[in-house]
Each structure stands twice: as C-alpha cells, then as structure tokens.
C-alpha cells in the first residue's frame, strides 16, 4: 500500500538525484522554498500532509522527469534511483546457448545493457522484438521488459524459453501441472500447447517500451 512516507520520499530522492536539497526543488520548481520542507509534511494538529499533485506536477517538469521515473523513488530500498540498467538483446540473439541460468535469469557478463527505471526485480530483462511476427500487440523495435520475478497467470502475455532453446512470446491461455498453453498474438500464428518437460522457465512482460 502506498504511505504518506513513501512519496515523500520519491521527492527527497528525486531533488537529490538531480542535485538539489528537498527545499532547492521547490524553488527550481517554482513553489515556495518551505513547500517540501520536514515541517510541511505534518499539521500542527499531527494530521499527516500530503503533497499536492500540482507540486509534484511542478517538480517533474522542472527536472524533466516522467511520473514513472518519480515512482522508482517509491520502494523501500534506500539503493533504488531513477534509473539502472536492465540485461538487453534481441529476441533472436536470446535463443544463444548460456545466456540464461535454470531459473530464467540473464547470466552476467555475456548481455548489452539500457538504462530503465527501478522495477524491483534485480532479474529483470529486455527483449527487443524484430520483425511482425509479433504484430499486431508488439511491432519491430519494441523493447519487451521480463520479470522473472513476476507470478505468471491465466491472460498474462509471457516470454517462454524451451529445453530446446526456443525463445518466444505469447498469451498464456492455460497452465496446469503438466502442460501450458499459449496463444498468439498474430492472426497468423498457431498456438503452441508444451509438456512441463519441455518449458525451461516462463516469465511475465510487464512493460513494453518504445
């Protein structure tokens, strides 16, 4: 659940990430300089203050920040900034031998990188698609965000590695104890149905970028 502590803090990390005090930031941003101040954030009363959507409209424009770059401020690891830069290649170069551990987790050392915000999955990857396979939901240079951390459920659009080193992307429609069923999202393409035996790991897209 989000708290009152919690985006307070977004705002502290953001002001400090782009080298201003909490108090500097209101003052870039156009706000008064006591607006963030540690005083503000509770009523005389010790009723809890929150921030107004305005001010932090303000401070994002002010910084060039999106919203969900201020949201990686949110989580409770005192380490999570703006951004950190996510394992990345190509759907065709994932099918490569040795990239991956048993787990679906990128093997480090052997992949590119791009920055991304925080998803607090530290196994989190990026696919980028090639082609129109994958049209009409995913179109050539889309880059796909994988959680491996992530529960897979029934509707969920999953990247999915074989024994046999297949590397694709579909919708779960169905799994059970021993196979999983996917659906395309082509018109043009067939569904798959696989034995457990046969999946090396399943992972939930839980961002596309473009």
């Known amino acids: 659940m989000l708290k009152h502590v919690h985006v307070w ?9 782009h080298g201003y005090s909490a108090s500097g930031l209101a003052r870039r941003a156009g706000l008064d300089p006591t607006t963030f101040n540690k005083s503000k ?25 999106t919203l969900g770059e201020f949201v990686s401020y949110v989580g409770d690891g005192e380490e999570n900034g703006i951004y950190r830069n996510l394992p990345f290649l190509s759907m065709g170069q994932a099918m490569a031998d040795g990239l991956f551990d048993e787990s679906g987790r990128p093997v480090e050392g052997r992949w590119d990188e791009i920055p991304f915000p925080e998803l607090g999955d530290a196994h989190a990857f990026a696919l980028e698609v090639s082609g129109d396979a994958l049209e009409p939901v995913y179109r050539d240079g889309h880059i796909l965000i994988v959680s491996p951390q992530a529960g897979v459920r029934r509707g969920d659009r999953v990247v999915v590695r074989t024994r046999r080193g297949e590397v694709f992307a579909m919708e779960l429609r169905r799994r059970s104890a021993r196979r999983i069923e996917l659906d395309p999202f082509n018109p043009k393409g067939e569904e798959r149905v696989l034995a457990i035996e046969e999946v090396a790991w399943i992972a939930r897209i839980v961002w596309v970028s473009q």
């Open 41 to 65: 954030r509770i009523t005389r009363d010790g009723k809890l203050r929150w921030p107004s959507t305005e001010s932090i409209s303000k401070i994002l424009a002010a910084t060039g920040a």
């Open 9 to 17: 803090r977004a705002i502290d990390r953001l002001a400090q990430e």
